[in-house]
Each structure stands twice: as C-alpha cells, then as structure tokens.
C-alpha cells in the first residue's frame, strides 16, 4: 500500500512538472455556434472549417463541433457565446456584416457590444449579398426585372435570411433606392429563405450568392453586391455594372472569441484560421459550394471590423427611417 502511494505521488509530481505541455490548449473538442439554420452561408462556412480544424498543428488534434443556434438575426447565438464561459471552447461564427448591422438596428437594445464583448480571430471567406428569383421569372437581368416590376406597380415580397442581416439591409436599401414597394419576410437562415424562392412562396430575395448553389434549376441570381465581382462567381455582373449603383459591400466570415479568452487560446485560434483557410481540401470544399477560401488575419480583420459599423451605420440608419 506504501509503494503505490509513493507511486501515486511520483505520477503527480511528473504531470505537474510537464504542466505545460499537459495542459496546453485545446486539452478537448471545440464548440463553435452558428446563430442560424443549418444549409446557409455561415453554417456552410462553419461546417467546412471544423472539417479541417483537428488537422492544424495548433489544435492538438481535437475537433470542433458546431452548434445551432438561429434567432434575431445570429444575435440569440452571439449573446449566449458572449455571457458564456471566457475558456477559449465555445466560439461564434458570423459574417462581419451582419453581425454590425443588427447591432446597430437594436442600437442601445442590442444584446451586445461586439467591440467589447469580442475578439475576432480572423477570417476565411466572405458573403456576397444578391438578388435572386424562381427560374421561372421572364427577366433574365436585373435592369429587367426592375423594369418590369415597375411597370406591373407590384408591391415585392421578398425572403431574406434574417431582419437584420447583411443580405435584408442590402435588400431593403437597393429597392428603397428603385422606388420599388416592397415587403422583406425574414427566415432564420438563408437556406429556409432559398426554400421559400424554391417552392415559389416568395418569387425574390435578397440573399448570398452562394445559397444558389445545388439548386442552379429553381433559382437565377441576377446580380451581386460589392465593389468587384465575386470571386466564387466570376460571370454574374456587380450591381454597379448592371446600372443600379454601386453597392461595395461583402461581409468578411470571421471566427470570435468571447473578450477575455485567454491569450494562448485566441493565438492558438489565430493560427487554426490561417492554417484552415490555405489548405486545398477546405478551398475544394468553398468552391463546391459557390463560396471562395481566403484568409484575413487577426490585426487586418480588427480593422475591417471596425470600418463594417462606420459603413453600416448610415445605412442601418437610413433603413430604420423607411
């Protein structure tokens, strides 16, 4: 009995005296929570990352698990990460652009402050908004569509993926701008929004580019907003370029950590993204599903960050008046 206590201790004494490499994180799987349906853009994005996440030297080998958590526009999934645990194993996954712009739609009743309440540890592609129709639609471009719209005095109800998304304030903003009467219906995510266009409960919307894809027989994207043509998508015309405006506008994907994560974690994070987002296996997968693979590293994505709210916030508020 004496000896194997004596053994006890020893084993003790060599874990603590290896702590660091024992305790090194990540010691177990990674939750990442995507505040939408399943199918859309971010839990696509999100799908594809944890795929490769075991495999960057960083991560120890352990997995993430993604976790859905739809609601108000992905902010139901951001306050839950942001009030969670600051031990680097429950993270957010959502495009910059809509994660600004429904906080500043709530303004001071937003359930967070993403510049206090999170870190962004980088990014690995983006959303590109579109204009989207049922196949069956006689237009064939968006000045088309536009016209003819006009022309029958139609009052458009169209899906979008959320209230306050990226894809609804783009949506809202450009019909707005055509003096088109219109009537946004949002759905938790994109993909229950492309179901909608699919079965012709809906005839339109504005949603990413990339939901179009499997399902290139239901539905035709007429144009696409940002300041040059989307790069998973290189033949459908900007906005600008079919005469409508300019609309320079993406929204970077990015990875978050709630403020307070400690800083091995967020670095080991840091370098998970960067890895993921070169590999060829994760690009092929993007690719496939209409989406490119790139990589916006911490410091740069803080800045991008920062700009999203100074670009959304007119606009954010220009919406809200009408």
């Not at 712009?101 to 999170?118: H, S």
């Not at 006689?138 to 719209?149: G, M, S, V, Y």
């Not at 800045?303 to 009408?322: H, I």
Request: some cysteine; aromatic content about 6%.
């Amino acid at each position: 009995m004496k000896f194997l206590k004596i053994t006890a201790a020893a084993a003790v004494g060599v874990a603590m005296s290896m702590g660091g490499a024992l305790a090194a994180y990540p010691e177990k799987p990674v939750k990442i929570v995507v505040g939408f349906s399943a199918g859309g853009g971010t839990d696509t994005t999100a799908r594809g990352f944890a795929s490769y996440m075991h495999e960057a030297p960083s991560m120890n080998g352990m997995p993430a698990v993604i976790t859905n958590i739809p609601g108000a526009s992905g902010q139901k999934g951001a306050k839950i990460v942001a009030d969670g645990d600051k031990d680097g194993y429950t993270l957010y996954m959502i495009n910059m652009g809509t994660l600004a712009a429904g906080e500043l739609a709530k303004g001071d009743a937003a359930p967070f402050n993403a510049a206090e309440d999170f870190v962004v540890v980088g990014c690995m592609t983006q959303l590109v908004s579109s204009l989207m129709v049922h196949r069956n639609d006689p237009a064939n471009t968006a000045q088309e569509w536009i016209d003819r719209i006009k022309s029958s005095g139609e009052t458009v109800k169209w899906a979008s993926s959320g209230a306050t998304s990226m894809h609804s304030l783009i949506g809202t903003l450009m019909l707005d701008k055509m003096g088109i009467p219109h009537q946004p219906v949002p759905f938790k995510g994109g993909s229950k929004a492309r179901a909608a266009i699919v079965s012709e409960k809906l005839k339109y919307g504005f949603n990413g580019v990339h939901i179009m894809a499997g399902f290139e027989d239901d539905i035709k994207v007429l144009a696409v907003a940002g300041a040059e043509r989307d790069p998973a998508n290189p033949d459908i015309p900007t906005f600008g370029e079919a005469g409508l405006g300019d609309v320079p506008i993406t929204g970077p994907m990015c990875l978050f950590a709630p403020t307070g994560t400690p800083d091995d974690a967020i670095a080991a994070l840091e370098a998970a993204v960067k890895d993921v987002a070169g590999k060829k296996g994760y690009a092929k997968y993007m690719k496939k599903n209409n989406l490119a693979a790139f990589h916006i590293p911490r410091a740069e994505a803080e800045v991008k960050m920062a700009s999203m709210y100074t670009t959304f916030k007119p606009l954010v508020d220009q919406a809200l008046k009408n």
